[in-house]
T-cell receptor, first 114, second 111 residues
Framework: GAGVSQSPSNKVTEKGKDVELRCDPI?????LYWYRQSLGQGLEFLIY????????KSGLPSDRFSAERTGGSVSTLTIQRTQQEDSAVYLC????????????FGSGTRLTVV | GESVGLHLPTLSVQEGDNSIINCAYS??????FIWYKQESGKGPQFIID?????DKRQGQRVTVLLNKTVKHLSLQIAATQPGDSAVYFC??????????FGKGTTLSVSS
């Protein structure tokens, strides 16, 4: 597509439930990134996929968080047993060349855990 | 902790003034820096970038300055307009890994 698409745009879930957030990167972009942005804060790196290489999971805050990228395209970020502190905007970005200019961000998924 | 930070969380200017947003980074190995603009409800948008072998780069109404000696980065916006109101983030990159972002500066432009 023309840009990075994320769905849903908003998600309200009850504490303890699992959620799945989806990211459709720009076609042909080999690198895909997930970030988390809490209210009024900067972007916190979560995970990075590059082609068929093992993902860089160093930013995942706990084992409740996981992500996969199928076929080198669509990615799903899963949060199990959600907690209130998981409430944030989850942003996905893709780039043609890893770590280079041209990160294109989606508009994010606003997750609210009640 | 974060390796990139900003000096001021907010900056208020008058329309037509020049704005300067500052950023300090701690990792001397960082070789690539980017400024992003984020408007409310949207994802960050690329503004301008600079590599560590340069100390200045200019775009349309924007200039990025890099001082590697003191590990300082700044974004200058000329003739600031109300549409420039947003949160500005600097980010650094190390050898092809994911960008690391600072906390951001909120720029408010009054007319």
């Amino acid at each position: 597509g023309a840009g990075v698409s994320q769905s849903p745009s908003n998600k309200v879930t009850e504490k303890g439930k699992d959620v799945e957030l989806r990211c459709d990167p720009i076609s042909g972009h080999t690198a895909l990134y997930w970030y988390r942005q809490s209210l009024g804060q900067g972007l916190e790196f979560l995970i990075y996929f590059q082609g068929n290489s093992a993902p860089d999971k160093s930013g995942l805050p706990s084992d409740r968080f996981s992500a996969e990228r199928t076929g080198g395209s669509v990615s799903t970020l899963t949060i199990q047993r959600t907690q209130q502190e998981d409430s944030a905007v989850y942003l996905c970005a893709s780039s043609l060349i890893p770590g280079a200019a041209g990160y294109t961000f989606g508009s994010g998924t606003r997750l609210t855990v009640v | 902790g974060e390796s990139v930070g900003l000096h001021l969380p907010t900056l208020s200017v008058q329309e037509g003034d020049n704005s300067i947003i500052n950023c300090a980074y701690s990792n001397s190995a960082s070789d690539y820096f980017i400024w992003y603009k984020q408007e409310s409800g949207k994802g960050p948008q690329f503004i301008i970038d600079i590599r560590s072998n340069m100390d200045k780069r200019q775009g349309q109404r924007v200039t990025v300055l890099l001082n590697k000696t003191v590990k300082h980065l700044s974004l200058q916006i000329a003739a600031t307009q109300p549409g420039d109101s947003a949160v500005y983030f600097c980010a650094e990159n190390q050898a092809g890994t994911a960008l690391i972002f600072g906390k951001g500066t909120t720029l408010s432009v009054s007319s």
